[in-house]
């Protein structure tokens, strides 16, 4: 597949993730409609963002691998599986999408009477005083580390190609709305710099500021995950086949 092909699918998927992962959070978690209690809160959010992986799983899997975060790239560069000349454009198209979905996001929440977006958080990431549950910046980046190289290590796995076939894209989304249930609470969870990087130039100011632990630890977390899998999970000769594929 061509290079502008797989990185057009980059964009439009990591835009839906922003848009329909942090769109649930800032339209829906807490929403107060005529019904009482009509808000997803935090467990609807976690689902969405599963939901939103496994939808272009299988929608973009076949074009562009659906990376949707740097920090996953960046995991599977290390792992072996991408290619390292591809890196830097998959991260660009991937940051561009974010920022258009968190874009889009915010015409559609300004239409509601009184809506504030940096008061609101705009589902931005944060640690501290931004953080849901108060956390220090070392509870945020234990936590986005860990969580980034279990998601990593669900991805290498379940698109082993010894893994049963067809099944990654829910393996991975479950993951990922697990993750969400865990870790909402202490960053309001990136686990994706991307994802991370839309909201928070719409906020600006201390999401700005904090935004280089949602880019330093998911980062080392995909390391870690790509250097531990092959090590685990590989012979050298499965190694050799993962890599002759991705190339």
Request: charged share 10%; aromatic share 10%.
């Amino acid at each position: 597949m061509q290079l502008s092909k797989r990185l057009a699918a980059e964009l439009f998927g990591t835009f839906w993730l922003v848009l329909g992962g942090c769109g649930s959070a800032v339209l829906a978690a807490n929403f107060a409609g005529p019904v009482h209690g009509l808000g997803i809160g935090f467990v609807g959010v976690s689902f969405a963002f599963g939901l939103t992986v496994l939808t272009m799983a299988y929608a973009i899997g076949h074009v562009s691998g659906c990376h949707l975060n740097p920090a996953v790239s960046v995991g599977l560069t290390v792992a072996g599986r991408f290619p390292a000349r591809d890196l830097v454009p998959y991260i660009v198209a991937q940051v561009i999408g974010a920022v258009l979905g968190a874009f889009v996001l915010s015409l559609i929440a300004s239409g509601k009477p009184g809506f504030d977006l940096v008061a609101s958080g705009f589902a931005s990431n944060g640690y501290g005083d931004r953080s849901p549950g108060q956390f220090s910046m070392m509870s945020a980046f234990i936590c986005e580390v860990v969580m980034t190289a279990f998601f990593l290590f669900v991805i290498l796995g379940s698109t082993d190609k010894r893994a049963p076939a067809g099944f990654a894209p829910i393996a991975i989304g479950l993951c990922l709305t697990l993750i969400h249930l865990i870790s909402i609470p202490v960053t309001n969870t990136s686990v994706n710099p991307a994802r991370s990087t839309g909201p928070a130039l719409f906020v600006g100011g201390a999401a700005v500021d904090q935004l280089w632990l949602f880019w330093v630890a998911p980062i080392l977390g995909a390391v870690i995950a790509g250097i531990v899998y092959p090590l685990v999970a590989e012979s050298r000769a499965n190694a050799k086949t993962n890599a002759a594929l991705a190339d």
